[in-house]
C-alpha cells in the first residue's frame, strides 16, 4: 500500500511568515509522530499524535510551532512568525499502534519537508 | 532521558566487501527497541532493522546484521557484500515500549560504498 506522504516536497519563505507542513500517514495507521531534522540538532522529536487521545507536545521547541491531526488520518504542522533557525528536514512518521507488536509499533517515515527561510 | 551515540561520522567500504557501524546507547529502560534507519540522499528514511531487547538472537535481514550486547548497551550494524545502493546516512535510533514513545537517534554515520 502507499506509504507515508508529506507536503510540500520543498517550502521556501520569509523571515516572520507562517507555513503549514502535512502529512498524510499510511492508512489504518493510529499513531502519528513529528520530527525536526536540523543540522546542529541533529534529529528530535517533535509531538505526537495516537488516535483520539491528547497530542503529546512535549518536543515542540516553541509556541510559535502547533500541530493538528484531524478525522485521525492527516496532520498539519503549523510554525508562525519563522526564523531563520526553523530551517530544516520535517519529517513525518506513522505506526499502526501502540502497544502491540513490535511489527505494529514500528515508525515508519515520509520523505520529509525541506523547510528553508530567508 | 535515553541517549545515543554513533562514533563513527563517516566511513567507507569496498564493493562487495563487509563494513560494520557502531552505536551505543544509555538507557534505565528494561523494555525496549533498536533500530537501525538508513536516509539515501533522496531523504527518505527507511527501515533497515529492528531489534527487541527481550530477544538475545541478534536480528537479521538479508545481507544486514546487528550485533546486541544489551549488558553493554551496544548494538551494532553489519553490512555483508556492500553495494552502491547502500550509500547513505545511517541512524541508530532507540524506543522504549511505552505508549507514545518517540524515537531517540544517534547523530548518524555517512556511509560510502566505492566501485
Known amino acids: 500500500g502507499a506509504g507515508v506522504s508529506q507536503s510540500p516536497s520543498n517550502k521556501v519563505t520569509e523571515k516572520g511568515k507562517d507555513v503549514e507542513l502535512r502529512c498524510d500517514p499510511i492508512s489504518g495507521h493510529t499513531a502519528l509522530y513529528w520530527y525536526r531534522q536540523s543540522l546542529g540538532q541533529g534529529l528530535e522529536f517533535l509531538i505526537y499524535?495516537?488516535?483520539?487521545?491528547?497530542?503529546?507536545k512535549s518536543g515542540l521547541p516553541s509556541d510559535r510551532f502547533s500541530a493538528e491531526r484531524t478525522g485521525g488520518s492527516v496532520s498539519t504542522l503549523t510554525i508562525q512568525r519563522t526564523q531563520q533557525e526553523d530551517s530544516a528536514v520535517y519529517l513525518c512518521?506513522?505506526?499502526?499502534?501502540?502497544?502491540?507488536?513490535?511489527?505494529?509499533?514500528?515508525?515508519?517515515f515520509g520523505p520529509g519537508t525541506r523547510l528553508l527561510v530567508l | 532521558a535515553q541517549t545515543v551515540t554513533q562514533s563513527q561520522p563517516e566511513m567507507s567500504v569496498q564493493e562487495a566487501e563487509t563494513v560494520t557501524l557502531s552505536c551505543t546507547y544509555d538507557t534505565s529502560e528494561n523494555n525496549y527497541y533498536l533500530f537501525w534507519y538508513k536516509q539515501p540522499p533522496s531523504r527518505q528514511m527507511i527501515l533497515v532493522i529492528r531489534?527487541?531487547?527481550?530477544?538475545?538472537q541478534n536480528a537479521t535481514e538479508n545481507r544486514f546484521s546487528v550485533n546486541f550486547q544489551k549488558a553493554a548497551k551496544s548494538f551494532s550494524l553489519k553490512i555483508s557484500d556492500s553495494q552502491l545502493g547502500d550509500t547513505a546516512m545511517y541512524f541508530c535510533a532507540f524506543m522504549k515500549r511505552h505508549p507514545g514513545s518517540m524515537l531517540t537517534f544517534g547523530g548518524g554515520t555517512r556511509l560510502m560504498v566505492k566501485p
Open positions: 499524535f495516537q488516535g483520539n487521545s491528547a497530542p503529546d
Open positions: 531489534q527487541e531487547a527481550y530477544k538475545q
Open positions: 512518521a506513522s505506526s499502526l499502534e501502540v502497544r502491540a507488536s513490535p511489527e505494529q509499533e514500528t515508525q515508519y
